[in-house]
């Protein structure tokens, strides 16, 4: 990402990043701000300027360091070093709750984020696993700061608990050689590449990513497979078949067999409808009336007969390629 310009709190240069940032881009204007929360300027701004947003960096201190309780991948989501993403998929779910201020923020305060993340594992009677990276993409965040590098080699110092962030990126070969110890879990998110190239704009290709999950399970990190979100456009049973053929095919045996899958459906929401259709005039249109169905808070969910046809089509393929085990769960 190569930011236009920097929104920042100005007590984020007292901290050690914040001065790395700092002289990174003093190149760029720095336009100071009292909260990465309430920037009036960019609230005020219209949906159509969304993707003009994205090119903005936000650097701040993280005040809240509430951790919620998590049944899926991991123990508790963990607010970390960013939330916001460069990217811009047309379904991203950051958008539900920052709206069109999903740009970057970064936050400069890592030692205390970490420390508190070290000493909530440690207290635990049994091994923990954090999922850091739920309000941004970390691999993504790791291209400007290196915090990614700092977390993994600082974590896996401890004598217990576990790390975990999704990924659209293919940005890991900085990531090889730290000493992880093994308590750090990268999953890797995928999808047609059609459906990459028309929605999730911005991120790396499909071939590249699972380049990067065979690399980091080379490298001896556990690894996962997310194939999400399952988007149900034109063609999908085609396109999903295809995936997982292709899956299949490239993924190394050590990938394959180390791997659990998570599948998840897209949702979509008014918010995100309201921005893409100004935003991207042109862009494949996620909302159908026909396929969803809206469940309250503005939300569109897939319909229910048309979910549990993807859902057994799905399971189909996967069971064709790969033991049915290794799907973890299908939300
Ligand atoms: Fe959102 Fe992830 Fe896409 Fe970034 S890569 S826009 S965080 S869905």
Redesign the pocket.
Same mark, same amino acid.
């Given at each position: 990402m190569q930011p236009d310009k920097i929104f920042y709190e100005p007590s984020a240069l007292n901290y050690e990043l914040g001065k790395i940032l700092r002289n990174q881009y003093k190149d760029l204007p720095w336009i100071p701000i009292e909260s990465h929360n309430n920037i009036p300027e960019l609230r005020n701004s219209s949906n159509s300027e969304f993707a003009q947003m994205k090119r903005h960096l936000i650097i701040g201190v993280r005040k809240t360091h509430r951790y919620v309780p998590n049944y899926k991948s991991s123990d508790f989501l963990v607010p970390y070093t960013s939330s916001g *993403?460069s990217?811009? *998929?047309l !379904? *991203? !779910?950051?958008v539900c709750h920052y709206n069109k201020c999903s740009y970057l923020r970064l936050f400069v305060n890592r030692e205390q984020m970490l420390d508190k993340l070290m000493k909530t594992a440690n207290k635990s009677d049994g091994d923990l696993t954090f999922e850091i990276g739920s309000n941004?993409?970390l691999v993504?965040e790791n291209t400007i700061t290196s915090n990614l590098e700092w977390t993994i080699e600082n974590f896996g110092k401890n004598e217990k608990g576990f790390i975990t962030f999704p990924t659209?990126f293919d940005n890991v070969d900085s990531l090889l050689n730290l000493n992880h110890r093994g308590r750090t879990i990268i999953r890797v998110s995928v999808n047609p590449q059609e459906i990459i190239n028309k929605i999730?704009l911005g991120?790396s290709s499909l071939r590249n990513r699972i380049n990067a999950l065979n690399k980091m399970c080379e490298a001896g990190y556990k690894v996962g497979l997310l194939i999400a979100p399952i988007v149900l456009i034109d063609n999908w049973k085609r396109l999903y078949a295809e995936l997982i053929t292709t899956l299949a095919n490239e993924l190394s045996e050590k990938t394959k067999k180390e791997i659990l899958i998570e599948v998840i459906f897209m949702t979509y929401s008014y918010v995100q409808r309201a921005i893409n259709n100004e935003a991207f005039p042109n862009a494949t249109e996620l909302y159908d009336q026909k396929l969803m169905t809206g469940r309250g808070m503005g939300k569109y969910f897939y319909r229910t007969p048309l979910r549990a046809d993807a859902e057994s089509f799905l399971k189909d393929e996967i069971g064709k390629q790969f033991d049915l085990s290794k799907i973890m769960y299908i939300v």
């Open positions: *993403c990217a811009m *998929c !379904y *991203c !779910y950051l941004s993409d993504l659209k999730e991120t």
